[in-house]
T-cell receptor, first 114, second 108 residues
Framework: DMKVTQMPRYLIKRMGENVLLECGQDMSHETMYWYRQDPGLGLQLIYISYDVDSNSEGDIPKGYRVSRKKREHFSLILDSAKTNQTSVYFC?????????????FGPGTRLLVL | GQQVQQSPTSLVLQEGENAELQCNFSTSLNSMQWFYQRPGGSLISVFYNPSGTKQSGRLTSTTVIKERRSSLHISSSQITDSGTYLCAMNNMGYKLTFGTGTSLLVDP
């Protein structure tokens, strides 16, 4: 059963604290993504990773960085979190090529920055 | 401007009615997908539909690449169909650009 996991599911942080969001997948997918979802804005791509240590900025990378040291794990880091980073963060993975590029999403992490 | 526009933004149906959701793209695209999201839940891929018509149970997706549009038809709606339906397009590499969704409520 294809699965994308995210930890933690809920997180409350104070402004200025560091935040680490973790994502895992058990499908050996090469490509992984981090999105945030805000009311009225839909999903916005933060970063995309094509494989280990092969990461690329998405549409809204400012204030975020990522790390991918193993194919099955992809981390999103917020250094000194800001209140406008309060959002729902989704991780996804896909195996692109020949119509197999459906993205599989994790359950999401709800982050509140006070 | 928005590259992916969905309509309507919200829709209320009586159980058993049909629904037609629209997605229009402002740029050329390689493929598109429809996702379903339950309130507070994750996204589930409903259709990967580069072109043409696909059907899965009561759901039918029709994409016309040349006209930059796609539709999702839900027949005989059920209460469990309630949620948000998002379309997303791919026009470059592996990146998906999402619409802001259609919120569907099916009343008994």
């Amino acid at each position: 059963d294809m699965k994308v996991t995210q930890m933690p599911r809920y997180l409350i942080k104070r402004m200025g604290e560091n935040v680490l969001l973790e994502c895992g997948q058990d499908m050996s997918h090469e490509t992984m993504y981090w999105y945030r979802q805000d009311p009225g804005l839909g999903l916005q791509l933060i970063y995309i990773s094509y494989d280990v240590d092969s990461n690329s900025e998405g549409d809204i990378p400012k204030g975020y960085r990522v790390s991918r040291k193993k194919r099955e794990h992809f981390s999103l880091i917020l250094d000194s979190a800001k209140t406008n980073q309060t959002s729902v963060y989704f991780c996804a993975s896909s195996l692109p090529g020949l119509g197999r590029d459906t993205q599989y999403f994790g359950p999401g992490t709800r982050l509140l920055v006070l | 401007g928005q590259q992916v526009q969905q309509s309507p933004t919200s829709l209320v149906l009586q159980e058993g009615e049909n629904a037609e959701l629209q997605c229009n793209f402002s740029t050329s695209l390689n493929s598109m997908q429809w996702f379903y999201q339950r309130p507070g839940g994750s996204l589930i891929s409903v259709f990967y539909n580069p072109s043409g018509t696909k059907q899965s149970g009561r759901l039918t997706s029709t994409t016309v690449i040349k006209e930059r549009r796609s539709s999702l038809h839900i027949s005989s709606s059920q209460i469990t169909d309630s949620g948000t339906y998002l379309c997303a397009m791919n026009n470059m590499g592996y990146k998906l650009t999402f619409g802001t969704g259609t919120s569907l409520l099916v009343d008994p």
